[in-house]
């Protein structure tokens, strides 16, 4: 088995590093390393745009649609050289890892010339139509409706937990198309602009002091008949494979921000002497064979092929980076002391080990809760029987 990555692909690294580290140091030095997703967005939308313009936004869509056919791999790398460069956090990650890839498979050739190219050019912000008031980890019992009149289709209902809705384009809904029905049947999946009268986002402030997360009400909101992707009454189908795209390739590279965030504990602790201790010490030391061993097991779903769909091993992936990153939050704070607890000011902004250790309480929660990736490794994974469900 090869654990690494081949002599081209290293040779990309270098391209791509040398390309990332000139821009991070030149002109968007200001928005370096940067640790709150909400801060500088006019200038992190610059920054998508230049992405865009040096073709490095979205490199594994297909050229004629702005990518550069990148392996998975090299995805990987890019990813990596991202975080190690210190670039921040993309604000359209919906975009370009959920919503292209999920019109490259569905979409019509119009919907494929009418949305990627602003997605890939940076100039398109995309949001995500999927969680309810009651329709969080159920996510088919959405309530939200949609119903065709005069050549557009007409959605009320109330989404929550939309990142980034206040500053986004576009958003793709999961809406019940079909009177009557229940569950994953009869549902469809829409694309629709923001920028109307029918949509209003309320954010959430939460308790790092951000407002990544909203809520969308949408009232009489409408988007063009010929604005669903795939066909009417199967958004189910449509959204589940975007799904795949979330826990597919773009949560591979993210262990290089866990790199240096754990580095950034390291510091910390040095600074102010509780490397001495041995506990903290341990602690550390505990820290970084996690971070290793996840980067091991990403290397062994990545070897000898580029894999169209992962396979079941990476169904642990997402339960083992959470409680990792949630127990690095911890030990931050651990290292930090009772400095790391005071911010000054109503309207903070947290540095970024205490912000890590806030945010991060969210990450067993979102993208399917540390019960639900248990159910899912012993359901899909294992071959278990399925856990008793009540009756719909």
């Known amino acids: 088995?090869?654990?690494?990555?081949?002599?081209?692909?290293?040779?990309?690294?270098?391209?791509?590093?040398?390309?990332?580290?000139?821009?991070?140091?030149?002109?968007?030095?200001?928005?370096?390393?940067?640790?709150?997703?909400?801060?500088?967005?006019?200038?992190?939308?610059?920054?998508?745009?230049?992405?865009?313009?040096?073709g490095w936004s979205c490199i594994g869509w297909p050229k004629e649609w702005g990518g550069r056919d990148a392996t998975i791999a090299q995805q990987v790398i890019f990813a990596e050289e991202y975080a190690?460069?210190?670039?921040?956090?993309?604000?359209?990650?919906?975009?370009?890892?959920?919503?292209?890839?999920?019109?490259?498979?569905?979409?019509?050739?119009?919907?494929?010339?009418?949305?990627?190219?602003?997605?890939?050019?940076?100039?398109?912000?995309?949001?995500q139509g999927y969680s309810e008031p009651n329709a969080g980890s159920d996510l088919a019992n959405v309530k939200t409706k949609a119903r065709l009149e005069d050549g557009e289709w007409v959605v009320n209902?109330?989404?929550?937990?939309?990142?980034?809705?206040?500053?986004?384009?576009?958003?793709?809904?999961?809406?019940?198309?079909?009177?009557?029905?229940?569950?994953?049947?009869?549902l469809s999946f829409l694309l629709m602009d923001m920028?109307?009268?029918?949509?209003?986002?309320?954010?959430?402030?939460?308790?790092?002091?951000?407002?990544?997360?909203?809520?969308?009400f949408l009232t009489d909101a409408r988007c063009a008949a010929d604005?669903?992707?795939?066909?009417?009454?199967?958004?189910?189908?449509?959204?589940?494979?975007?799904?795949?795209?979330?826990?597919?390739?773009?949560?591979?590279?993210?262990?290089?921000?866990?790199?240096?965030?754990?580095d950034a504990v390291i510091d910390a602790a040095k600074?102010?002497?509780?490397?001495?201790?041995?506990?903290?010490?341990?602690?550390?030391?505990?820290?970084e064979i996690g971070l290793r061993l996840m980067r091991y097991g990403a290397l062994r779903m990545l070897s000898g092929t580029d894999l169209a769909a992962i396979d079941g091993a990476a169904l642990t992936y997402k339960i083992q980076w959470a409680t990792w990153r949630r127990n690095l939050g911890e030990l931050g704070m651990e290292v930090l002391g009772q400095a790391g607890e005071v911010a000054s000011g109503d309207h903070y902004s947290w540095p970024t080990l205490p912000n890590l250790f806030l945010f991060s309480r969210s990450?067993?929660?979102?993208?399917?809760?540390?019960?639900?990736?248990?159910?899912?490794?012993?359901?899909?994974?294992?071959?278990?029987?399925?856990?008793?469900?009540g009756q719909a």
């Open 157 to 186: 209902g109330q989404k929550v937990w939309t990142s980034l809705a206040h500053y986004s384009d576009m958003i793709f809904v999961v809406a019940r198309s079909e009177e009557g029905s229940a569950g994953p049947k009869g």
């Open 271 to 287: 600074a102010n002497g509780k490397a001495a201790d041995p506990v903290i010490r341990q602690k550390i030391a505990r820290a």
């Open 1 to 54: 088995m090869k654990l690494g990555f081949s002599p081209a692909d290293e040779a990309f690294r270098a391209e791509c590093a040398e390309w990332l580290q000139a821009e991070m140091t030149g002109e968007f030095a200001d928005i370096r390393g940067i640790p709150n997703l909400c801060d500088a967005i006019p200038r992190r939308k610059e920054w998508e745009q230049r992405l865009g313009e040096a």
């Open 363 to 389: 990450d067993t929660i979102y993208g399917g809760t540390n019960q639900i990736q248990r159910n899912l490794i012993a359901e899909r994974g294992l071959g278990l029987p399925r856990e008793p469900r």
């Open 195 to 216: 920028d109307q009268p029918g949509i209003e986002v309320r954010p959430i402030r939460q308790i790092n002091g951000e407002a990544e997360f909203n809520e969308t």
């Open 84 to 127: 190690r460069a210190g670039a921040p956090n993309r604000i359209n990650h919906i975009g370009v890892e959920l919503a292209g890839p999920t019109i490259l498979a569905f979409g019509s050739e119009a919907q494929k010339a009418r949305y990627l190219p602003e997605i890939a050019a940076g100039r398109q912000i995309w949001c």
């Open 227 to 262: 604005a669903m992707l795939g066909a009417a009454g199967e958004g189910w189908k449509v959204a589940m494979a975007l799904l795949a795209f979330e826990r597919g390739v773009s949560t591979l590279g993210q262990q290089m921000q866990f790199r240096n965030e754990l």
